[in-house]
């Protein structure tokens, strides 16, 4: 079954910090196993990148990226408050990739809710989140005050809709939802909102156009997220949503993203390091497997994609093997040859 096609450059690996390389590691067993087009560029990030370097986003990471223009990355460790500034952003930035997609869909059968299938499409490089912070201080106080701006351009917000918009016709989906707070933000939320009006204009009669405020998706979110098709929404609410929407599947461990950019494309699962369980060998690499998946898919391989997601299905539901977090006994390594084993042979 396999594709004796390589990609044409090796992509760029980053293990990351904590769960990252025991969950990559995973990953590139089941991609050799199943004959996948990728070979790997392995560099580091974060603060693996540090202790040996003292570069949290080494040049030689970047410039591999630039090379290959699609990288697959492990979770990296970010300091709360002071320390450096987060690699995930900085990595947004860098190679312009404003479209994050967060696909989630039931994994596990008979949950709380079952049958999800939802897409959230996060502006990645705009909004509250670009985090243009300062104080002001205010007698003796250096940080009296705490200020944060905002950022959304008409274009970005354009562009973000273009591209919701088009996945939504590419992929079958019926209805792109716009959720913002243009009752509150107006300028800030509202130019995100009337981008979204303008675009559905040209997709009538193809994809439906709705909006949400914030705060009210939120809650339909936990009272009935069948009503949902693709939702597309600013930089923070996306962070926040998908985390929510993460808690519809069974939580962190089923849940990947694509960053999607002109230049480049980076693959990763949603959750963060796992401080608390790195090295034990206990980590769930579904999410990331997911999300190489989703980098199958990119380059036009969702027939791998596929028997990927298949393999996945087979290994939890009727094998029963199942990583902690899942309620099951499975250590990492023994649930990753779970799904080799599921694979069709190469
Ligand atoms: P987290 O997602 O790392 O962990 C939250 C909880 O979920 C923990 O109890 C953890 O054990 C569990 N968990 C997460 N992934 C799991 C997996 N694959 N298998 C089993 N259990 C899993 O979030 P937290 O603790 O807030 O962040 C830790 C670090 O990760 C921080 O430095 C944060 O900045 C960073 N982070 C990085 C991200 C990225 O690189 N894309 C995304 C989110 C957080």
Redesign the pocket.
């Given at each position: 079954m396999s594709a004796k096609m390589t990609y044409p450059i090796p992509a760029t690996l980053i293990p990351?910090d904590?769960?990252g390389p025991e969950?990559t590691d995973a990953v590139r067993l089941v991609l050799a196993a199943m004959g996948s087009p990728f070979e790997w560029d392995e560099h580091q990030g974060g603060l693996g990148a540090i202790e040996a370097g003292g570069d949290p986003l080494p040049p030689a990471t970047l410039d591999s990226i630039r090379r290959s223009k699609l990288a697959l990355?492990g979770?990296?460790?970010?300091?709360?408050g002071g320390g450096f500034r987060?690699v995930?952003v900085r990595l947004r930035e860098e190679f312009g990739l404003y479209a994050n997609v967060r696909p989630v869909r039931t994994v596990i059968p008979g949950q709380r809710y079952g049958n999800i299938d939802i897409v959230l499409i996060r502006e990645n490089i705009e909004g509250l989140y670009v985090a243009f912070e300062h104080y002001i201080p205010v007698g003796d106080d250096p940080h009296a005050v705490a200020i944060s701006s905002g950022v959304n351009t008409k274009a970005g917000s354009r562009r973000i809709m273009e591209f919701a918009f088009d996945y939504a016709l590419k992929n079958g989906r019926k209805k792109v939802t716009v959720v913002h707070k243009a009752n509150v933000l107006k300028a800030l939320t509202g130019i995100f909102l009337n981008a979204g009006q303008e675009v559905a204009k040209s997709y009538a009669g193809r994809v439906q156009m709705d909006d949400r405020i914030i705060d009210a998706c939120a809650m339909q979110l936990v009272l009935n997220p069948w009503q949902f098709d693709v939702i597309v929404t600013t930089n923070l609410f996306g962070d926040i949503l998908s985390d929510e929407m993460a808690g519809l599947v069974g939580?962190?461990?089923f849940a990947p993203g694509a960053n999607i950019g002109h230049s480049a494309a980076i693959f990763?699962?949603?959750?963060?390091?796992?401080?608390?369980?790195a090295g034990k060998g206990?980590?769930?690499?579904v999410?990331l497997l997911l999300a190489a998946g989703l980098m199958l898919e990119h380059v036009g391989r969702g027939d791998l994609a596929q028997l990927l997601r298949a393999a996945i299905n087979s290994t939890i539901n009727q094998d029963n093997v199942r990583?902690?977090?899942m309620g099951g006994t499975a250590s990492t390594q023994e649930f990753t040859k779970a799904i080799i084993r599921r694979l069709p042979s190469a």
């Open positions: 990351g904590g769960i969950i990355k979770p990296l460790t970010t300091p709360v987060s995930n939580g962190l461990g990763e699962a949603v959750h963060g390091s796992a401080p608390d369980i206990v980590a769930n690499p999410a990583t902690r977090d």
